[in-house]
C-alpha cells in the first residue's frame, strides 16, 4: 500500500511516543531511545508495503523496537569483559520481562461503551467474531447470511467502533 508524505508524518507522530517508551525501557543506554525509535521508524517505512498499514501497528512497532534494542544491546555488550557482559544480559532480560499494555483502561473502557451502543446484530457478530474467534465462514452459516456480507457487517462495524471510539477519546482528552 502507498502512502504520502502527510500519511507516514501522521503515523510517525502518533506512534513516536509509543516507540520511543518502549525504547527507553529496553535500550542499553536511556540517551539511545531517540536513534533505537528512528531506527524503528527506518525499518518500517522501508518495510512498509508488508503490513496493513490500517490495523493497530502498536504490536507490530513493539516487535520491531525490541529487536532493534536487542542488537544495540548486543553491539554494546561486544566488547564488554565476561563478567559485565552476563550482567548486562541479566539487565537486558528484566527490562524484556516487563508486560506491554497495548491499550489504557480507558481505551478498554471507551471499546465497551461503543459497543454497548450497538445493536444486538452487530454485538452479536462481534461476539462471535473476536470471543469466540469464529471465521467469516463460520460466521455466514451461524447468522444464515452468505460470506461477503459477514465481511462488509464486520468492515463496517469495525468502523462504527472506530469513529465512536475516537469521538469518545478525543471528548475525554478535551473535555
Not at 75 to 95: F, I, Q, S, V, W
Amino acid at each position: 500500500m502507498q502512502m504520502d508524505d502527510s500519511k507516514i508524518g501522521k503515523l510517525i507522530e502518533t506512534h513516536e511516543g509509543f516507540v520511543k517508551a518502549l525504547a527507553l525501557r529496553w535500550a542499553p543506554l536511556p540517551g539511545e531511545k531517540d536513534d533505537i525509535a528512528q531506527q524503528v521508524f527506518l525499518e518500517f517505512l522501508k518495510k512498509r508495503d508488508k503490513w496493513d498499514l490500517e490495523q493497530d501497528l502498536r504490536p507490530l512497532l513493539a516487535g520491531m523496537t525490541k529487536n532493534v534494542c536487542r542488537r544495540y544491546w548486543r553491539e554494546r555488550m561486544h566488547d564488554m569483559p565476561e563478567k559485565t557482559k552476563a550482567l548486562a544480559e541479566h539487565l537486558r532480560g528484566l527490562a524484556e520481562e516487563q508486560e506491554v499494555s497495548w491499550y489504557t483502561e480507558e481505551d478498554k473502557s471507551t471499546l465497551r461503551e461503543c459497543l454497548g451502543k450497538m445493536g444486538d446484530k452487530d454485538r452479536k457478530i462481534v461476539s462471535l467474531h473476536y470471543e469466540l474467534n469464529l471465521s467469516t465462514v463460520d460466521l455466514s452459516q451461524e447468522l444464515s447470511l452468505n460470506t461477503n456480507a459477514v465481511r462488509q457487517a464486520l468492515f463496517r462495524i469495525r468502523e462504527k467502533l472506530r469513529a465512536c471510539m475516537t469521538a469518545s477519546l478525543k471528548r475525554s482528552a478535551y473535555g
